[in-house]
Nanobody, 115 residues
Framework: QVQLVESGGGLVQAEGSLRLSCAAS????????MGWYRQAPGKQRELVAT???????NYADSVKGRFTISRDSAKNTVYLQMNSLKPEDTAVYYC?????????WGKGTLVTVSS
């Protein structure tokens, strides 16, 4: 009943920019926390950024100063603006939301950064 759809992934050159979007739909009234995780080949899934209902954002050290998370609560959508991309940012990026004491995940969108 709750669906998350990511978009915006693709191939980009190093130092380039990309913006990811995640739209939540279904049985939704309000979302406590929205965030992004990523998983590189052969690596564990890791937290990239989160944003609370009050707009407080947190970032992994590896992306601080380069990535910006934002949300549009009216549209139940979260964004991830990625600047100064590096090859090590290459991964599948997953949208995550915390809603009514439950976590929901999107299917992921692939971001590939070439050198």
């Amino acid at each position: 009943q709750v669906q998350l759809v990511e978009s915006g992934g693709g191939l980009v050159q190093a130092e380039g920019s990309l913006r990811l979007s995640c739209a939540a739909s279904g049985s939704i009234f309000s979302i406590n926390v929205m965030g992004w995780y990523r998983q590189a080949p052969g690596k564990q899934r890791e937290l990239v950024a989160t944003i609370s209902s009050g707009g407080v954002a947190n970032y992994a050290d590896s992306v601080k100063g380069r990535f910006t998370i934002s949300r549009d609560s009216a549209k139940n959508t979260v964004y991830l603006q990625m600047n100064s991309l590096k090859p090590e940012d290459t991964a599948v990026y997953y949208c995550n939301i915390y809603l009514r004491a439950m976590y929901y995940w999107g299917k992921g969108t692939l971001v590939t950064v070439s050198s």
